[in-house]
């Protein structure tokens, strides 16, 4: 049992969808937060593969990214035994207050959000009704734990603020039932761009595969991703207007290595373009060297993964059926 839930400490709850492969972005703008996160906070982070099927998965490359996905955590630091770690759907209140949060949300407020509005533009062949409610089950998955504090990048703001709307609607109606959360957002590599046009976010499910580094990548294609990474015509290592795609790198550089802007403008000077993208892939390879070795013998040590979802999921449950039982009462079902 994580033996920090239960402690008199603030509740944070995170999770990300095993979409694909997760980036560096995805690392530097939440991953790497949250295993900083463990030692203050009661942390419940989960992986959450209800929300991957809102847009079509493969179910061969969705398992193994799923299983990858909860290795990889592990492999960056989140501690089964500090923190609580499972599989959303491993636990089934999850799904469960999602639909009677469902009926609390309002059409005009799920249509006004821009992930979806980005969503169905994307995938217009499949607008789905899951697409259209993701946003209950987020809100599901934060006030099953009575989350205090939810760390997220910029994207998610909106789903957050929503969830709060929902808890208060909900509290207002019955009295209070859910703790209103807030949100978390670090300001360190809180956004990642694409290396292929600096104007996007860096993201998973982007087709062009040079656009995002994966942890998982080898080394050798890391280094041909940033040399291939898209700069502009100037030749001088610096932050500048204009300039997205060196911002970027020097983003990154100095989320992996600690170094202010100033500080890597001035190593770099009198150097050109190329020297800089060379570098910046050699110290993104020396940040996931050790997460890659960890990962690798993770993911061969199936009964460990194993062991450690099911004990997290039943403990997960218990916490979070607490709540369930608390909103059907008031609701007015009859509990058995
Ligand atoms: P998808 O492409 O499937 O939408 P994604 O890569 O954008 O996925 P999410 O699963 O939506 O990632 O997000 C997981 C977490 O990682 C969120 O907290 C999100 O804000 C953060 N995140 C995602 N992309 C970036 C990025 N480029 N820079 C910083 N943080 C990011
Ligand atoms: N939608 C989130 C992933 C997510 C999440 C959550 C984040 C699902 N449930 C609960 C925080 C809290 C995303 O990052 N795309």
Redesign the pocket.
Known sequence: MPENVGEKKKVIFSA??P??TI?L??Y???LRNWVKLQDDYNCIFAVADLHAITVRQDPKAFKQNILNAYALFLACGVDPVKSLFFIQSHVHTHAELAWILNCYTQFGELSRMTQFKDKSQKHSDNVNAGLFTYPSLMAADILLYQADVVP??V??KQHLELTRNIAERFNGIYGNTFKIPEPYISTV????MSLQDPTK?????DENVNAWVAILDKPETIMKKFKRAVTDSDTVVKVGEGKGGINNLIGIMSAVTSKTAEQIAAEFEGKGYGDFKTAVGEAVIEEVRPIQERFNDLINNKDYLVETYRKSAEFALKISQRTLDKVMKKVGYVLK
């Open positions: 990300i969808q979409s694909g980036t972005g995805n530097l703008g939440a997220v990048g994207d998610q590599g809180s956004k990642v976010k860096m993201s998973k499910s």
